[in-house]
């Protein structure tokens, strides 16, 4: 079936900082591909997504572009803010569709 | 809009004693997801519905557990007997239809003492 990896984390950073949040893929076709952001307290929400191959899903300057080549997601942000400190995960629907299947979650502090 | 609703938002609760967590989705959603978020295993799928009928419940850890949706709307998610390992963040999910995005609310801590 379909499963998602993720580097685990933490991730610490200081601010304006280069972000890098490596996730591969396995899955039959090509699914959509997320990811979701759960600040401190608060519930997941859908950070970006890519719908096909070669896809670049951005929102908030963060981007991440679906790799068929190597079955990755990888998402990257050019200058972190200390707003950002976060969970992030990266998350593929089961085969079914029914579903979404997550990775185990990396977190980010970034610090001024 | 309002979004995805959940309530209570913490429900600590005498281990053997039956919960009952409830979601109430975005207006118009026809498909709703039940997760579970624990430290040790991460987000775990646990049901999703379908309008009233539930296709998938194949994430339900044991027949403790059970859930319905009424109305095309309201879900219930309630565990029976409840266990320590059952402590976990209860997140709730709905989408517009089948395959698309789907929206979470904040979720129900449940504690099991």
């Known amino acids: 079936g379909n499963s998602v990896t993720q580097m685990e984390g933490p991730v610490t950073l200081s601010e304006e900082a280069f972000l890098t949040i490596n996730c591969t893929y396995t899955a039959t076709g090509y699914p959509s591909l997320f990811w979701y952001v759960q600040y401190p307290g608060e519930g997941l929400q859908l950070l970006l997504k890519a719908t096909k191959a070669d896809d670049k899903g951005s929102n908030k300057g963060f981007e991440a572009t679906y790799r068929k080549e190597t079955t990755s997601f990888h998402l990257e942000k050019g200058s972190v803010q200390v707003s950002d400190s976060a969970v992030y995960f990266c998350?593929?629907?089961?085969?079914?569709?029914?579903?979404?299947?997550f990775g185990k979650g990396t977190t980010l502090s970034v610090s001024s | 809009g309002a979004g995805v609703s959940q309530s209570p938002s913490n429900k600590v609760t005498e281990k053997g004693k039956d919960v009952e967590l409830r979601c109430d989705p975005i207006?118009?959603?026809?498909?709703l997801y039940w997760y579970r978020q624990s430290l040790g295993q991460g987000l775990e799928f646990l049901i999703y519905f379908q309008g009233n009928s539930a296709p998938d419940k194949s994430g339900l850890p044991s027949d403790r557990f059970s859930a319905e949706r009424t109305g095309g709307s309201v879900s219930t998610l309630t565990i029976q007997r409840t266990q320590q390992e059952d402590s976990a963040v209860y997140l709730c999910?709905?989408?517009?239809?089948?395959?698309?995005?789907?929206?979470f609310g904040p979720g129900t801590r449940l504690t099991v003492t």
């Open positions: 998350a593929l629907p089961n085969q079914a569709g029914t579903a979404l299947i």
């Open positions: 999910a709905s989408s517009l239809e089948y395959g698309y995005e789907q929206y």
């Open positions: 207006s118009g959603h026809t498909a």
